[in-house]
């Protein structure tokens, strides 16, 4: 069974930081595409960003381009998203997902997903 599980969330102030992880196991994901995504409350699902399964490329929304970092590392199969200078619009649930192919921006293409782990930022 393929299972993908995301950690680090939290409540913390506007311009702090915090670091995801995602944790896939159940099989091998060194040749998938990875890529987080979030939902406020409300709101519909969001990319936030993704890279490729050789770690090589990475995409970033707009939003969050210049303040956030996504890595992997393949050997221990997992995905981090560093977040820095957070702000209160960053406060959403954030979901880790895993995809054959190159990577994306639309969620649809996206074929395995975590449970989401809960960021809150306070103002």
């Known amino acids: 069974q393929v299972h993908l599980g995301e950690s680090g969330g939290g409540l913390v102030q506007a311009g702090g930081s915090l670091r995801l992880s995602c944790t896939a196991s159940g099989r091998t994901f060194s040749m998938y595409a990875k890529g987080w995504f979030r939902q406020a409350p409300g709101k519909e699902r969001e990319f936030v960003a993704a890279?490729?399964?050789?770690?090589?490329?990475?995409y970033y929304a707009d939003s969050v381009k210049g303040r956030f970092t996504i890595s992997r590392d393949n050997a221990k199969n997992t995905v981090d998203l560093q977040m820095n200078s957070l702000k209160p619009e960053d406060t959403a649930v954030y979901y880790c997902?895993?995809?054959?192919?190159?990577?994306?921006?639309?969620?649809?293409?996206?074929?395995?997903w975590g449970q989401g782990t809960q960021v809150t930022v306070s103002s």
């Open positions: 890279i490729s399964w050789s770690g090589g490329s990475t």
């Open positions: 997902a895993a995809k054959r192919g190159p990577y994306a921006s639309d969620y649809v293409s996206y074929d395995y």
